[in-house]
């Protein structure tokens, strides 16, 4: 594995393997890796020559100074994981490689980006956008690999590359999770073990709305699991939504045409966590 820093390096590289006619896949992260960005990188890997994983933790993205702070950086750790998926480039730039000089461009996503983690992390997706398209010009990939994990910013990448008219395939995986249901995340690292051991509570409680759809309005359904979040003392409950998997808009009523997804974001302690299911 050739582990570059340098956007040079980087596209000099794969300038050369382009050349020879290899496609490209890609992974863009930001480190701490586990099983999810793993599933992320072995379909990447069936599926092209080449596989290019990025690891960045980038600052305009985070709106929480104190949350870049603490975001676990494992490179090491990291690399060895990408041995056991045969990758074939790592590009681990630092900020100022990435970001020389201010970046101001702002982006209309219409209201994708107007709900949940846009709504709760003012500027995060506009960071997001930034910075993939900046990994995107670097890698060019053929083809690039998103986690469902992160089911609004599917949304978005979509939505930038339809902007930017970038010529790439966008690929979604889906969620991988703990044996006890806990969505795989790097933020998890932060939990305390009492604090990982009431977490499942998340997916439990998402599957008990996939479960009652049958059964009850998708109102009353949205408050009803509103309520068994704000019910627990151990979790304060930033949103949770029904919404159409296109728009992101929420649902009022159910429609077997309509992908429907629900979606929810709570803090544990001082850790941020975010999962979703799909209801229809
Ligand atoms: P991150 O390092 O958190 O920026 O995530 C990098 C990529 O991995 C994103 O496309 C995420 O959606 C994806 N990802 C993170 N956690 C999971 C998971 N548990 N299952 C599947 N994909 C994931």
Redesign the pocket.
Known sequence: MKVFSTIQETTAYLGKLRNEGKSIGF??????L????L??MRCAKKENDVLVVSIFVNPIQFNNAEDLKKYPRTLEGDIKKLETVQCNVLFAPDTDEMYPEKVDRQYDFGQLDKVMEGAFRPGHFNGVAIVVKKLFDIVQPDSA??????FQ??AIIKKLVEIENIPVQIVS?????EPDGL????RNRLLNEKERKIAPFIYQTLQEAKRRRHHICANPLRQMIINRFEGNEHFRLEYFDIVDDKTLQPINAWNNEVGTVACVAVWLGDVRLIDNIRII
């Open positions: 992974v863009p992260t930001m480190g701490a586990h099983e999810g960005h599933s992320l690999y998103f986690g469902e994990k992160d910013q599917l995986c889906p969620i991988v999770r969505a795989m995340s790097s």
